[in-house]
């Protein structure tokens, strides 16, 4: 069988006495969503920084697209294809929201190192840029400096960021967080057409959603993934119906 | 409207020669070189701090390191502005790159803090040098050519001055708006996003760097031939502090706000200072509410930004 899009082994991390995560193994294969949950503090976002490469692991590896990458710089690993959204909404607050998409276009469209013609007349990148934009529902904002968008537009924003990149994994780390049902109805849509382009880890607490989207869940607990399956073998097992379930209903 | 301020301000300084000065004409478009002189090091400093988001506090070491390559080529009897220009580019880019990249290691305060402390080498270093007079500085003996002609003299070092500053500020702001520009903003405003963009956020930095010493050192060769003169002095940290105070004042970022900036400054100093030699005392307050009330700085003033 061929390796899977991203595969983690052995991955350890500590801060003092606190092991953030323990011996994890996690595979993404190419083509599906992987959903990660677990209560607060169980390490999930430090997971997702361990492969984004923003924090260094302990122990373990981390292979992408058949590359090591553990102990490669975040920026290469955006050039791999791997794209993200952060827990707390992260976007180019004095660029316009057009400007933030054509510029997350132009990074991974060759070298940065182009010192004549003006960026913004780019054609190219601004209509790949309204393309993605209007995916998430943004276009009617495209002019709007980015620092006065809503959260939830902001995380829209990021979104379409991280589309506009054309990643091979999408890592999202609580995309519905504080997102009404109409907006979540609309990002789960969005995320189920994006999977044929583009593999998914998700991290979510939005159970229907995780349920609805994931191919694979794996449940983290204080930094060890206690349980790994399909979503209908996750919902019957009786330790995570006991350590996450029971809590979060 | 506002895309014509630059225009404005670069045509004033080109009509000031034509002014009815009278007996004042000297000291008017020696004050003026001066201004664009410091508008150009405050300039290039706005690509670092402005449009790269790096507070440097040691970007006078690049004046002086322009200056010196005046003194160093004149005690050997080269004065071809061509040469005396990339000797000091040469030298400011190298020390740009090799000290950048240690002080981009760090953030925030850290790397206000060892910028100034590489400036202080430079400063200390300048000093030593007993062959170019130590701290007392050393004396020209003749302003650079240009392909043999002795063209930085009275009215030619003006001009000479504004035709730098209008190519420099030009290439300011094709940096600003090419790619590379809107990366180093990207970096910027959030240097996690864009790394996760995938930009290289010290290889930009540490690019604008170069270019902003670079350009800073043409300031150091054209302050040292419009005095003649050559000391440490040019590259103390008190320097590096007005300049950070001309593009904050200016309005950062802005590209055409630093010459604002140190028109400001200068002539400020320049009134003050008849006044009273504790300008400095007056100095500091009258900063602190211009800082409050124009918040995108002198070049903000009449239309907002953001
Ligand atoms: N830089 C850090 N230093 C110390 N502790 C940290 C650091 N980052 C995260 N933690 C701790 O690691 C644990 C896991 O955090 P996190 O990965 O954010 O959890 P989750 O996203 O699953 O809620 C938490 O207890 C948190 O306090
Ligand atoms: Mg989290």
């Known amino acids: 069988m061929a390796e899977a899009l991203l595969a983690i082994a052995g991955l350890s991390k500590r801060y003092g006495a606190l092991t953030v995560t323990h011996a994890l193994d996690l595979e993404v294969v190419a083509g599906t969503i992987h959903a990660i949950i677990g209560p607060n503090g169980a390490g999930k976002s430090s997971l997702i920084h361990q492969i984004c490469g923003t924090v260094r692991p302990d122990e373990g590896r981390i292979r992408f697209a058949g590359v090591d990458i553990t102990r490669m ?34 990074a ?18 601004n209509e790949a840029a309204a393309h993605q934009l209007d995916r998430v529902g943004l276009l009617p904002r495209a002019g709007v400096v980015a620092g006065r968008l809503s959260h939830g537009e902001k995380r829209q924003l990021e979104l379409a960021m991280a589309l506009a990149a054309r990643p091979r994994l999408l890592l999202l780390d609580e995309p519905l ?16 057409e994006i999977r044929r382009d583009c593999a998914m880890l998700l991290v979510e607490h939005d159970m229907q959603a995780v349920f609805a989207l994931a191919d694979t869940i794996t449940v983290l607990a204080q930094g060890r993934a206690i349980a790994s399956g399909p979503p209908d073998a996750i919902r019957a097992d009786p330790a995570v119906r006991a350590a996450y379930l029971g809590e979060a209903h | 409207m506002r895309r014509l301020v630059p225009v404005v301000l670069f045509a004033v300084l080109a009509a000031v020669p034509f002014l009815p000065l009278g007996q004042e004409a000297n000291f008017v478009l020696l004050l003026v070189s001066r201004v664009m002189v410091f508008g150009l090091a405050a300039l290039s400093l706005d690509l670092l701090l402005g449009v790269g988001g790096m507070v440097s506090f040691g970007h006078a070491a690049y004046l002086a390191i322009g200056a010196y390559a005046v003194a160093v080529l004149d005690a050997n009897d080269i004065t071809d502005v061509g040469v005396v220009l990339a000797v000091a580019m040469g030298a400011a880019g190298v ?27 430079v400063f200390f270093a300048f000093g030593a040098l007993s062959a170019y007079g130590g701290d007392d500085g050393y004396s020209l003996a003749a302003r650079n050519t240009v392909l043999g002609w002795p063209l930085l003299k009275g009215r030619g070092y003006y001009w000479a001055c504004l035709a730098v500053l209008v190519v420099a500020y030009l290439l300011c702001r094709m940096l600003a708006a090419s790619r590379f520009g809107r990366a180093l903003r990207a970096v910027k405003q959030n240097p996690a996003r864009a790394a996760a963009m995938g930009f290289n956020p010290v290889a930009l930095q540490l690019v604008a760097m170069v270019v902003g010493a670079m350009l800073c050192s043409v300031a150091g060769v054209l302050l040292a031939n419009g005095a003649e003169f050559v000391s440490p002095a040019y590259g103390t940290w008190q320097r590096s502090g007005d300049l950070l105070i001309m593009v904050i004042l200016g309005g950062a970022g802005s590209l055409h706000g630093a010459i604002f900036g140190s028109a ?43």
């Open chain 1, 73 to 106: 710089a975040p920026h290469r690993r955006a050039r791999l294809g791997l794209a993200r959204s952060f827990q707390i909404t992260s976007v180019l607050p004095e660029f316009s929201v057009l400007e933030n998409v054509a510029t997350a276009v132009q």
């Open chain 1, 177 to 192: 967080a504080g997102a009404g049902p109409e907006e979540t109805a609309r990002l789960v849509g969005l995320l189920r």
């Open chain 2, 264 to 306: 400001f400054v200068l002539l400020l100093e320049e009134g003050l200072g008849r006044a009273t030699e504790h300008w400095r005392l007056v100095f500091g307050p009258l900063l602190v509410l211009c800082v409050i009330f124009f918040r995108g700085g002198l070049a903000g003033i009449g239309g907002r930004r953001g």
């Open chain 1, 108 to 125: 991974q469209g060759g070298s940065a190192f182009r010192f004549c013609r003006a960026a913004a007349g780019d054609g190219v990148a």
């Open chain 2, 95 to 121: 020390f740009a790159l090799a000290t950048g990249a240690i002080a981009l290691r760090t953030r925030g305060v850290n790397f206000i803090m060892i910028t100034l402390a590489f400036a202080q080498m």
